[in-house]
């Protein structure tokens, strides 16, 4: 099968907006202008650039991808369609009680590995599995996606910190930078170079583009593994892209009206083609061990024995995870603390 040309690329983000829009709109609520804004994105890291087995979502060496800003579901779930992985009427069983395609994306799917419906957390989620690579020697890239109003949260940058302290070369952040939060812009707006900056502060290897040009995503995404450090693509976006109601307040979480989401769709249809026959690169082969499997002595501890906590609780996880060594930090000073 062949590799996809920026052009073919191009029109699978629409055909990724067009379903967002279907599903939306059948559904009577969804967040299509966070889908929209997101399109050439996702189509490039899922059509031209991400290795995975899209008949297996769950394959141990599949490149990972974590949608952060979860609101935008519907465009997860119209990528994994078109990889192949369910048929396309699937896609407008959106937030029906009785379907999996939840407004939020939730680990009972199987191309899902963390819930991403509260925002901030999606990059620690990164962190951990980057992190795990490593431990299982294994050759997985993890994406995450944030929109730029969830990177008011702390827990953003204290994941961002402990990347850069790491050096995780094997973690990428893609930032949708679309400018309008929920009831408002957001505290920087389109000002792409304030996120550049405080993402080198904490160690990452960053750089911007138009979020919307198919060769500038290619371009930034060859150089992923090129430096000993995480690296963090930050997008310049439109909110709602496609739609006459680009860039236009007060249209977050909110649907197309019918005869809207009709008029969008015919006007996105022209420029719009299916994945089909596109060649998706495979994982490689997962190691023959991918972990020490040495089992752990039998813990000796005594009743009345008093072992330090940071001890017991280091011992413990190490146990859990099967690894010859385990890194603990704790904060606080639990020097004289003991546990019996």
């Not at 995780?168 to 550049?196: C, K, M, P, W």
């Not at 919307?212 to 976006?237: F, M, N, S, W």
């Not at 082969?285 to 009345?304: D, H």
Request: hydrophobic letters at 40%.
């Amino acid at each position: 099968m062949p590799v996809a040309s920026r052009e073919q690329l191009e029109a699978i983000a629409n055909q990724l907006r067009i379903h967002s829009i279907a599903a939306t709109t059948a559904a009577g609520s969804g967040h299509v202008t966070s889908c929209c804004s997101a399109a050439e994105l996702v189509a490039v890291l899922f059509f031209g650039h991400m290795r995975f087995d899209p008949k297996n979502p769950q394959y141990p060496n599949n490149d990972r991808f974590i949608l952060s800003k979860g609101h935008a579901a519907p465009l997860l779930y119209a990528a994994w369609e078109e990889a192949g992985l369910f048929p396309v009427e699937r896609l407008l069983d959106l937030r029906k009680i009785d379907s999996d395609l939840e407004g939020h994306p939730t680990p009972r799917l199987p191309f899902v590995d963390v819930a991403t419906g509260s925002l901030g957390q999606g990059l620690s989620n990164g962190v951990g599995m980057a992190i795990s690579a490593g431990i299982d020697h294994y050759d997985f890239r993890t994406y995450v996606m944030l929109g730029d109003g969830e990177c008011a949260e702390g827990s953003v940058w204290e994941a961002a910190s402990l990347a850069g302290t790491r050096k995780l070369s094997n973690l990428v952040a893609i930032i949708d930078v679309n400018r309008l939060g929920q009831s408002q812009q957001t505290a920087f707006g389109h000002d792409v170079e304030v996120y550049r900056q405080r993402f080198e502060a904490f160690g990452w290897r960053a750089v911007t583009i138009d979020g919307h040009d198919v060769q500038q995503i290619l371009d930034a995404l060859k150089t992923v593994g090129e430096a000993d450090q995480p690296y963090c693509i930050i997008a310049r976006t439109i909110k709602g892209k496609g739609l006459e109601v680009a860039d236009k307040d007060n249209w977050h979480g909110k649907p197309l009206p019918e005869e809207d989401a009709m008029k969008a769709i015919a006007t996105l249809r022209p420029k719009a083609k299916p994945a089909t026959g596109i060649a998706i690169p495979a994982p490689r082969q997962v190691p023959a061990k991918p972990r020490n499997q040495t089992p752990f002595p039998p813990l000796t501890y005594k009743l009345g024995d008093k072992v330090a906590t940071r001890e017991a609780y280091g011992t413990a996880l190490a146990r859990i995870g099967e690894v010859d060594q385990a890194i603990v930090a704790l904060d606080g000073d639990v020097k004289n603390s003991t546990t019996r």
